[in-house]
């Protein structure tokens, strides 16, 4: 796919919570196509200690209002300032970047999307596509008190919401691997991301009850095209770019124990 | 329009702008972003003899104004190279120049060879000066012997333009670069990174999976000046500047200080785009002060 440098104005900036904040953009031109679990690489100008872009999963893609949502956790200095845009602001991007999420074949299967803090938020995208092609995701969605909740109304638009939480404040209590809803029913496909070791738990649980499993990585990168070898994360194959070959990989390719 | 052909040696530059190793890929990554026709060189990817897998990660770190990185050469060998990579590259009308990197003599020989035979490869850049891998890389670019040893073997198989990249690592890097001139080098390339480190204090462990690795980005730009300056005056041969460059205007300073050319690094993943922007930069401050030709700011740094 061909990749830009654009310059993105902000329809709105919406604190989400007290650590995220949700970046609702636009162009006067028609925005490139973008597949789920892609991601784009924001300029941060203002901060003189941050040099290097910030790599942010695109949330949403909406064709027809023309915009792309960034769901931003506020992590550091790069993140901190995005969470300082207004409307009106122009954010430069270059997008898409990575592989994105392989779509099922057969749309009898069922999908399982779980996501842990801002790792869900690739998977409303996904959600969305796997909604438009007739196959109904179910979200797992985990994290540690109801505060990192998220968009729970965005994502209940495309299918149910089963919730952990460590507190047991919302949802059931303790991990996403640990929801009845495992026991309960069955899926013919996973996807997940979040923090690593929750996705080594999911791959660990989808290989043991022999579902395919797909996982996004986060591996801090620089250049974002697979040109300074930094994101690397070791697979069968050897060492290759999160970035470039990921963020998205099948487990069977990757080299975690599990 | 100002005449913007330069030259390292017999090498011929449409203009002074290439590309660093390690931080451009092959070129073919950033296609979308940069006409890369346009460019004076495309310097790709590290090269070795054997394939290398490259160091664990994590191996960036952000630092203030600069990055660190231990990617440790990571790549498929000189054989893919030649075999897979080449044909993908040799049609760009850019200068492609392979990074030719090593951690025995005899590599880096056998290496230069085979890229040698390459028609469309009209140059070499001798890495003796990388910080991340153990053995050899840097340790042939700290001393004048090391130096002058590698790239006198290599000379005796490699007849195109050999551009030798030097470490900022060291005491005096005048004396590398001399080194590097008596043993044949057509031109002499400078700087690699820096050796530095980061540390992550909360969990009080290195943020690198090497503990050191090297930096570059804007932090660097004046070490950079300073020792292109200084080995501009201490060699005959052309020398090629980088360090820090983000812009048209790092590009003229590393000029007047005596560079023929200049790379643009880690610039390349802040704005994808701007190698093109650094060339017409060039361009409008040689108009602007009435330049004919690039040629007429190299070293003309009034003291």
């Known amino acids: 796919m061909k990749k830009y440098i654009l310059d993105l104005t902000v329809r709105e900036a919406l604190a989400v919570g007290k650590q995220f904040v949700l970046l609702r953009l636009t162009s006067e031109n028609p925005l490139p196509e973008m597949l789920p679990g892609q991601f784009v690489e924001v300029r941060v100008d203002e901060t003189p200690s941050v040099l290097l872009r910030r790599p942010i999963s695109i949330h949403y893609y909406d064709k027809d209002a023309n915009e792309l949502g960034l769901l931003v956790q506020l992590i550091g200095n790069g993140t901190r300032w995005m969470a300082t845009l207004r409307s009106g602001d122009v ?16 749309k009898t299967v069922r999908p399982l999307l ?4 801002v790792g869900v938020a690739p998977l409303l995208y996904l959600g969305m596509r796997l909604k438009e092609m007739g196959v109904t995701p179910t979200f797992l969605l985990g994290s540690r008190t109801e505060n990192e ?3 729970i109304v965005e994502f209940e638009k495309y299918g149910p919401v089963y919730i952990t939480t460590e507190n047991g404040a919302v949802g059931e209590q303790g991990y996403v691997t640990q929801h009845s809803v495992l026991a309960r029913e069955q899926f013919g496909q996973v996807y997940t991301c979040g923090p690593k070791p929750m996705m080594v738990a999911v791959a660990r649980w989808a290989k043991g009850v022999g579902v395919p499993c797909e996982v996004s990585l986060e591996n801090k990168m620089a250049c974002g095209v697979g040109a300074c070898l930094c994101c690397v994360e070791d697979t069968k194959e050897g060492n290759v770019c999160v970035c470039k070959e990921g963020p998205v990989f099948s487990i069977d390719k990757l080299s975690w124990q599990i | 329009m100002a005449d913007l052909r330069t030259s390292i040696g017999k090498l011929e530059l449409a203009n002074p702008v290439m590309t660093a190793s390690g931080t451009f890929g092959y070129g073919t990554e950033f296609a979308d972003f940069v006409d890369l026709d346009r460019l004076g060189g495309v310097i790709v990817k590290g090269t070795t003899l054997y394939h290398r897998e490259g160091n664990p990660y994590p191996r960036m770190a952000e630092t203030p104004a600069g990055m660190l990185n231990a990617v440790g050469l990571q790549n498929k060998g000189v054989d893919y190279f030649c075999e897979h990579i080449y ?3 040799k049609d760009y009308r850019t200068n492609m120049i392979v990074n030719v990197s090593g951690s025995a003599i005899e590599d880096y020989v056998a290496t230069a060879e085979r890229i040698n035979a390459l ?4 140059a070499i850049e001798l890495n003796i000066s990388c910080p991340n891998v153990k053995q050899g890389g840097m340790a042939f670019g700290v001393t004048a ?4 040893e590698v790239v006198r073997a290599v000379r005796q198989v490699y007849d195109k333009t050999l551009i030798v990249k030097l470490s900022p690592n060291v005491t005096d890097i005048t004396e590398i670069a001399r080194a590097a001139e008596a043993a044949g080098a057509d031109s002499v390339s400078l700087i690699n990174t820096l050796l530095g480190m980061a540390i992550d204090a909360e969990r009080r462990r290195p943020l690198l999976s090497t503990v050191t690795g090297g930096m570059s980005g804007p932090a660097v730009k004046p070490i950079a000046l300073r020792m292109v300056w200084q080995v501009a005056k201490a060699v005959k041969i052309p020398v090629v500047g980088l360090g820090g460059i983000t812009n048209g205007t790092d590009a003229i300073e590393f000029m007047l200080a005596g560079a023929s050319a200049i790379e643009v690094g880690t610039a390349n993943f802040i704005d994808p785009a701007v190698t093109g922007k650094i060339i017409d930069e060039i361009n409008a401050y040689l108009d602007r002060h009435g330049f004919a030709s690039v040629r007429d700011i190299i070293g003309a740094l009034e003291v």
Not at chain 1, 114 to 117: A, L, P
Not at chain 2, 145 to 148: H, I, T
């Open chain 1, 149 to 151: 909740l998220m968009q």
């Open chain 2, 119 to 122: 028609e469309a490869i009209p």
């Open chain 2, 145 to 148: 012997k090391g130096a002058e």
């Open chain 1, 114 to 117: 779980v996501g842990g803090g």
């Open chain 2, 87 to 89: 044909p993908t590259i």
């Open chain 1, 91 to 106: 954010l430069n991007v270059v997008l898409p970047l990575g592989n994105g999420f392989t779509l099922p074949a057969d």
